[in-house]
C-alpha cells in the first residue's frame, strides 16, 4: 500500500465527468453552475448542516441520498436558496427533475447544493435555461474539475483543491477533493460545500464511517468567524463499484491506506479554507495538549480559535496571552490555571499560569507571518487537539457588511 505525495491541483477521477457555466445568478458574470456525473453510478456518503436552519436543496439532498447511492451531483453559487419555504423547496427539486430528465436517470439520484445569499428565492429558470450547455461541456479532465472549484467560489479568493493517489494491491485509485468555503464557516459537521471524488471501490458501509471520521478530524476541526451555514454539505462520492466490479470493506488490507489518503485531502481543504478565511492575513493552528480527554481539548481550542479579540491581537501580531488564556478559562472545562503553560509563534509568554519575559519585538517578528502557531497546554492530562483558524481583520468586516451590495 502506497500513497503519493499530495498536490492542490485537481486529478481526473475515473467514473465521473465535470463541468461548469456561467448561468447569470454571480453578479460578476463568472461560472456560477457546477456539475458532476457519474455515468455509471456512484455510492455516497453525505453530511449536511447541523443547523436547525435548512436550506431546501439539504433538505431535498438528504431524502435523495438515503440509500447512499446517486449519479450527479449539481451545485449553484450566488444564490443560497435557504429561508425560502416552499418556493424554495420546489426549486430544488425541479433542479433534480430537469437535470434528471436530460441525463436519462431518476430525479432521486440527484444531489443538489447551494451557496449564497440567504433568504432570496432562486431563479430557477436560469438553472433550467444553462442545463444543456452544462451537460454539453461534460468532460473527464483536471481542467473541468478546477472549473467546478472555480464556479462554486463566493467570497473565497482561491479555489479550494487537494489531491492525491494511493496504491492498494497494485491498483492505483484517485482522491480529488473540491470545496469552497470563506465566511459563515464554523465545525458542526462539514461547514462548507465539499465534494470528494474517488475511483477506490468502497462498501457503502465502509463510506459512512470512513468519512464521518475523516470530516471530524478535518473540516469539523477548522473555523473562521464561529458561525454555521444553513447549506453544509460534504459528499463523497465513490464510482470505483461499478468500475472495478467489487468492493472494498473495513476488513480488507487497503482500507486504512484509503482512509488516511480521504482524510488527508480533506485536511488540506480545511487548512486552505482556513486560510482563505475573509479578509484573513495568516492562517493560526491552534493546538491543546495536556487536557483530561481529547473531547476536552477540542473544546478549549475551539473556544480560542473563535475569540475575537485573539483573532484581532494576531491580525495585529500582538503576543496578548491574556486574551488566550482568558478564552481557555471560559470554554467551560475543568483544569488547574496554576498547570497552564501557552505559548505563541514559538515564544513561551506563559507557564504555570503566570507571565513569562520576552521580547515583544521578537513576538512581533513571529506573528508577522503567514501561519502563527498557537500552543497551550493545560498540564492535566493526555488529550490533544488541533484547530485550523484565521486572524481577524478590518476586511472581514468589510467584506460582511457590504455582503449584499
Same mark, same amino acid.
Given at each position: ?19 461548469? +457555466? ?57 444564490? #443560497? ?5 416552499? +418556493? @424554495? ?7 433534480? /427533475? ?11 439520484? +440527484? ?10 428565492? =432562486?431563479? !430557477? %429558470?436560469?438553472?433550467?435555461? *444553462? ?15 478546477? /472549473? ?11 479555489? $479550494? ?9 497494485? &491498483?492505483?485509485?484517485?482522491?480529488? @477533493? ?11 459537521? %462539514? ?12 462498501? $457503502? ?14 473540516? *469539523? ?9 444553513? *447549506? ?14 467489487? &468492493? !472494498? ?9 484509503? $482512509? ?21 492575513? $495568516? ?7 495536556? %487536557? ?7 473544546? +478549549? ?29 471560559? #470554554?467551560? !472545562? ?39 502557531? !498557537? ?9 490533544? #487537539? =488541533? ?19
Amino acid at each position: 500500500m502506497k500513497e503519493h505525495i499530495i498536490q492542490e491541483t485537481p486529478l481526473a477521477v475515473p467514473g465521473f465527468l465535470a463541468s461548469a +457555466v456561467p448561468a447569470g445568478l454571480k453578479k460578476s458574470g463568472k461560472d456560477d453552475l457546477a456539475l458532476i456525473v457519474a455515468p455509471s453510478g456512484a455510492q455516497v456518503s453525505v453530511l449536511f448542516t447541523q443547523s436547525q436552519v435548512v436550506a431546501a436543496p439539504v433538505m431535498v439532498s438528504r431524502e435523495h441520498a438515503a440509500d447512499q447511492s446517486a449519479s450527479a451531483l449539481i451545485i449553484n453559487a450566488g444564490n #443560497a436558496n435557504a429561508c425560502t419555504g416552499q +418556493v @424554495g423547496t420546489q426549486a430544488a427539486l425541479d433542479t433534480c /427533475q430537469a437535470l434528471s430528465a436530460a441525463l436519462g436517470i431518476e430525479s432521486q439520484e +440527484v444531489l443538489v447544493a447551494s451557496t449564497g445569499v440567504i433568504g432570496v428565492e =432562486l431563479p !430557477i %429558470a436560469k438553472i433550467i435555461d *444553462n442545463l444543456e450547455p452544462l451537460i454539453g461541456s461534460l468532460c473527464a479532465t483536471p481542467e473541468a474539475l478546477q /472549473q467546478v472549484a472555480n464556479a462554486i467560489m463566493t467570497t473565497d479568493l482561491v479555489p $479550494k483543491i487537494a489531491a492525491m493517489t494511493v496504491t492498494v494491491d497494485n &491498483t492505483i485509485y484517485t482522491v480529488t @477533493g473540491i470545496a469552497k468555503g470563506s465566511g459563515m464557516v464554523a465545525p458542526n459537521m %462539514a461547514t462548507v460545500i465539499c465534494c470528494v471524488l474517488t475511483d477506490a471501490p468502497l462498501s $457503502k458501509g465502509a463510506m459512512a464511517h470512513l468519512f464521518a471520521d475523516a470530516i471530524d478530524e478535518s473540516l *469539523n476541526c477548522m473555523s473562521v468567524d464561529g458561525d454555521t451555514s444553513t *447549506n453544509d454539505t460534504a459528499v463523497l462520492m465513490s464510482s470505483g463499484a461499478g468500475l472495478y466490479g467489487h &468492493t !472494498i470493506d473495513e476488513s480488507h488490507t487497503g482500507f486504512s491506506a484509503l $482512509k488516511a489518503a480521504i482524510t488527508q485531502v480533506c485536511i488540506e481543504l480545511a487548512r486552505t479554507i482556513a486560510k482563505d478565511g475573509e479578509g484573513a492575513t $495568516k492562517l493560526i493552528d491552534v493546538t491543546v495538549s495536556g %487536557a483530561l480527554t481529547d473531547e476536552d481539548a477540542r473544546t +478549549v481550542a475551539l473556544t480560542i480559535a473563535n475569540s475575537p479579540l485573539v483573532k484581532t491581537a494576531l491580525f495585529g501580531n500582538d503576543a496578548n496571552w491574556g486574551r488566550v488564556a482568558a478564552a481557555a478559562g471560559r #470554554a467551560g !472545562i475543568s483544569y488547574d490555571q496554576s498547570k497552564m503553560a501557552i505559548t505563541i509563534g514559538g515564544i513561551e509568554v506563559c507557564k504555570a499560569g503566570t507571565a513569562v519575559p520576552f521580547c515583544e519585538d521578537q513576538a512581533f517578528a513571529a506573528l508577522d507571518r503567514p501561519e502563527v502557531e !498557537i500552543h497551550v497546554d493545560l498540564g492535566v492530562g493526555e488529550g490533544h #487537539a =488541533l484547530i485550523w483558524t484565521c486572524d481577524l481583520s478590518y476586511d472581514y468586516v468589510k467584506i460582511n457588511g457590504e455582503y449584499r451590495s
